[in-house]
Every structure is written in C-alpha cells, then in structure tokens.
C-alpha cells in the first residue's frame, strides 16, 4: 500500500502522506482535505477515498474521516484535532467512534503497526 494519499483537482494531481493529513470533511459532493499547511478541494465520494487509506484513518461520522494520529482529544461528543479543528457528533456515533479509537491505541500501544 502507498504512504500518500493522490487525488486530482483541476490545476493538477497531488500526493499528500498520509502522516500530514489531520482530517478531510465532506462539502456536497466535494472532499475538503485538512492538513497542517494547507485545504485541498476535491470532487470524490467516502466510497471511493476509504480503501486509498491505511488502517489509521476511520470515518467517524457521515461526514469525517478522522486521522487517529492527530486526534488531541476526544470526549463528551467531541473530537479534537492537532490542528484545533473541533468535529461535533451524536452520541451514537460517538461512541463508536471512541470504540474504534480505544482499538486502534491498543494496536499501536502492542506495536501492531
């Protein structure tokens, strides 16, 4: 599997590692890739980005994929990123979200990785 993640906007196509991507956000029918430095805009579907991703990326609500690496906190319906980016979510999803977080630390504390 690839490290980066390649998509193609307009102006050309990009590769963006997968350790720099902090979250994308879905807009319609358009991606908004969040990373440290930059947003990239793109047209794709859920469908199509979540097996270009490794096992570290987890889609948390309808409209996130979440990044477990840049995760800073997560509580009470809330997920905050290392950039600060707050993501709000019901408690159903929350709480499958917090699950699925509590697995993937327990991987990566065994070096599963």
């Known amino acids: 599997m690839h490290n980066s993640f390649v998509f ?3 102006r050309g196509v990009y590769s963006v590692p997968f350790g720099e991507i902090i979250f994308m ?3 319609k029918r358009q991606m908004l890739l969040h990373t440290k430095e930059k947003e990239h805009l793109f047209y794709a579907a859920f469908d199509e980005i979540m097996p270009r991703l490794d096992e570290r ?6 409209s996130y ?3 477990m690496d840049h995760v800073r906190t997560m509580n ?3 997920i905050v990123m290392s950039n600060g980016s707050v993501i709000m979510m019901g408690s159903k999803s929350f709480r499958r ?3 699925g977080f509590e697995e993937y630390l327990r991987r990566n504390l065994n070096g599963q990785r």
């Open 25 to 27: 956000e879905k807009q």
């Open 97 to 99: 979200t917090l699950q």
């Open 76 to 78: 009470r319906g809330r």
């Open 65 to 67: 994929i979440i990044n």
């Open 57 to 62: 990326f987890m889609r948390c609500h309808r």
């Open 8 to 10: 193609k906007i307009s």
